[in-house]
């Protein structure tokens, strides 16, 4: 089948005028920003270092205030912070804080990537719903003097979550997909587990954001588009960086006639000019980001960012051994294949049958 190439310049035609004005203005600050980071590193007396930090809260201040009126005018952006109640973020600043800190080990990185991800879930659809209620009637492991069974009132998002599909852009989304797909489950009445669409696309690290290209390998991805027709598809990538890998994805399969539901896109980390470029490429797609950052660099890394998540979760593949996904599943260990049992059984059965 061969492979699909974007490049930036097309990605880049989605933004308007009022959007490139918003990014410039969120680099010159972000600019003066890194001229404190370099005096703070450098080390040096207290009383100047304590100028330079505040300097940097100022400045962050100011993007957040910026960032928040963007996304008052793009409704299609969802941020944890600006759309709950003021209590709940600092957990989000707590979860952001680990998953940022250069101290974070594998384990505790991924513990903290699960939390995101069930908030982000919640954030999406445990929000706004219905007054009607499902109940889960539940046996425990108490015998006497009977059988003992609990029940338990929960909302009825059945209808949110029952069309949905997770749609998997390798390799670092492959855990929080499979997160996400044991949430869906665990929040279904019916224990509906989604079916999976595993896309193998990566982007040319060898270029700069400015002309990089994403690179989508049809003969290394499994889906079938008429599974895809009609369906709400949920993508989960920890890092949205440019947005290149989505676009590319949701516009090579709406032009081969998928007509998507809708398409929820949900990352740790979102770039605003990742963000930007998703919800003005894409119709009736909702970005949902635990945390914004600001801007990127001239290799398309989001700044401050956390460093390469895929790499954090799954550990780096060595260039001439590159692991495919059952070797990506094994992995994890017995721990995690034991907990998302059900989601590993649907991605075997699309990677191990023909489903392309």
């Not at 003066?32 to 940097?56: C, P, Q, W, Y």
């Not at 009607?132 to 009132?153: D, E, G, M, R, S």
């Not at 599909?165 to 390799?171: D, I, K, Y």
Request: with cysteine; charged share 25%.
């Amino acid at each position: 089948m061969g492979k699909v190439v974007v490049g930036a310049s097309a990605l880049d035609g989605f933004l308007t005028e009022k959007d490139t004005a918003y990014l410039e203005k969120m680099d010159a600050l972000y600019e003066r920003a890194m001229d404190s980071f370099k005096v703070i590193s450098a080390g040096g007396f207290s009383t100047s270092l304590a100028n330079e930090e505040k300097k940097v809260i100022d400045i962050y201040n100011e993007m957040g205030h910026i960032m928040q009126d963007i996304c008052q005018e793009s409704p299609s952006i969802k941020v944890y912070s600006f759309e709950t109640e003021e209590e709940s973020h600092a957990e989000a600043s707590r979860v952001i804080a680990k998953l940022r800190d250069i101290r974070t080990g594998h384990r505790e990185f991924v513990y903290y990537i699960q939390r995101a991800y069930e908030m982000l879930f919640r954030l999406a659809f445990n929000q706004n719903h219905s007054e009607n209620k499902n109940y889960l009637v539940v046996k425990t492991p108490v015998t006497f003097p009977v059988q003992n069974y609990a029940v338990h009132k929960i909302p009825d998002i059945d209808y949110k979550i029952e069309n949905s599909v997770m749609c998997v852009m390798l390799r670092g989304a492959l855990l929080p997909s499979m997160i996400m797909s044991k949430e869906v489950e665990e929040y279904s009445s019916h224990g509906y587990v989604t079916p999976f669409a595993l896309f193998k696309i990566k982007r040319d690290d060898s270029k700069k954001e400015d002309d990089m290209e994403y690179i989508l390998d049809l003969d290394r991805s499994f889906f079938n588009l008429e599974e895809l027709d009609g369906k709400d598809l949920i993508f989960a990538d920890p890092m949205n960086a440019t947005g290149g890998s989505l676009v590319t994805v949701v516009r090579y399969i709406t032009e081969h006639g998928v007509k998507p539901k809708s398409i929820k896109f949900f990352n740790v980390i979102s770039a605003l000019k990742g963000s930007l470029r998703v919800v003005r490429a894409l119709e009736n797609c909702t970005v949902y980001t635990l945390w914004m950052d600001p801007v990127l660099n001239a290799s398309a890394y989001i700044m401050p960012g956390l460093g390469d998540a895929g790499d954090r979760i799954n550990g780096k593949d060595l260039d001439e051994t590159p692991r495919n996904i059952i070797q990506l599943v094994a992995d994890y260990g017995s721990d995690v294949n034991s907990l998302y049992r059900s989601q590993l059984r649907q991605i075997e059965r699309v990677v191990l049958g023909d489903h392309r």
